[in-house]
């Protein structure tokens, strides 16, 4: 069975950086995306970007662009997603994905989610 | 502000029907396919529908999903109490390099 499983809970002051991780077992690492998307408090669910572990191709969405980094050690089948300086805006639930393709790309499997919360 | 427009919340009663509406553009919907997640209270998003229309592994047929136009609807028969969640619809946006979008979901109450 395909499995990710994310890192877990974290709580950060503002200013603080932090690298959160994915780690993906059960298929092919390296020959699929991974994304992230982010959900706020009560608040909907959102695109923050993409890798291709194979080669670290990456994307982001323009939202989160300069914002955070993507990136991925294939030789452990692990994504990560980091900041270098979190703002209180940044506390939200963080899931990693596994996309797949038909006719159109979806996402098919889902970690468990990491809650990052940005305090003082 | 989402790219696609969901119904904030629906309802009806046990073994009820519901139909979940998300509206795009030909950026989005009208060009690409549509996926449907299900999100259960505290957990994380589980793929219910890919491709307009398909059903994920284990997926009970009583998920229905469709596609016309600029908008795809999402379709619930047989109501259960444990269908009770948010369902977000989501599908890539051409106006903008390499995004995809979801829509702002939409809470399922079975009354």
């Known amino acids: 069975d395909v499995q990710l499983v994310q890192s877990g809970v974290e709580v950060k002051k503002p200013g603080e950086s932090l690298k959160i991780s994915c780690k993906g077992s059960?298929?092919?690492?390296?020959?699929?995306?991974i994304a992230w998307v982010r959900q706020k408090p009560g608040k909907a669910l959102e695109w923050v970007g993409i890798i291709y572990p194979g080669d670290s191709d990456t994307r982001y969405s323009p939202s989160f662009q300069g914002q955070v980094t993507i990136s991925a050690d294939k030789s452990i089948n692990t994504a990560y997603l980091q900041w270098s300086s979190l703002k209180a805006s940044d506390t939200a639930m963080y899931y990693c994905a596994r996309r797949d393709y038909s006719g159109g790309w979806f996402l098919r499997d889902w970690g468990q989610g990491t809650l990052v919360t940005v305090s003082s | 502000q989402s790219v696609l427009t969901q119904p904030p919340s629906v309802s009806a009663a046990p073994g009820q029907k519901v139909t979940i509406s998300c509206s795009g553009s030909s950026s989005n919907i009208g060009n690409n396919y549509v996926s449907w997640y299900q999100q259960l209270p505290e957990t994380a998003p589980k793929l219910l529908i890919y491709d307009n229309n398909k059903r994920a592994s284990r997926i009970p047929d009583r998920f229905s999903g469709s596609k016309s136009g600029t908008s795809a609807t999402l379709g619930i028969t047989g109501l259960q109490t444990g269908d009770e969640a948010d369902y977000y619809c989501a599908t890539w946006d051409g106006n903008v390099s390499f995004n995809w979008v979801f829509g702002g979901g939409t809470k399922v109450t079975v009354l």
């Open positions: 059960g298929y092919s690492f390296s020959s699929y995306f």
